[in-house]
């Protein structure tokens, strides 16, 4: 997979994109499980691709529900057993 961000909030702790080769679109968070850092990539349609990356602030409720990991059922790579929490 080939993620390319549009758009990154470095205040808010996201960015917005597509993963290249599918042409899906994502929102990304940073996570940690204490050995390292990496991000995890939940998806999105076109329409809501086109609204947070016009208007970010419209993706912060569903960024803090990314991080409450109440949107799992949405992430193109599943987690392994050591999952890191959101930063």
């Given amino acids: 997979m080939k993620f ?3 758009f990154v909030s470095r205040e808010h702790m996201f960015s917005v994109g597509i993963e290249k080769e599918s042409g899906r679109f994502y929102v990304s968070i940073p996570v940690s ?3 390292v850092d ?8 076109r329409a809501t691709f086109e609204l947070f990356k016009r208007d ?3 993706a912060l409720p569903f960024v803090m529900r990314c991080r409450k990991r109440e949107l799992d ?15």
């Avoid at 990496?38 to 349609?45: H, K, L, R």
């Avoid at 059922?73 to 930063?87: C, D, F, K, S, V």
């Fill in 56 to 58: 970010p602030n419209a």
């Fill in 73 to 87: 059922e949405l992430l193109l790579i599943q987690p392994g057993t050591n999952r890191g929490t959101a930063i």
């Fill in 38 to 45: 990496y991000e995890e990539y939940y998806e999105i349609d």
């Fill in 33 to 35: 499980n204490g050995m």
């Fill in 4 to 6: 390319q961000d549009v």
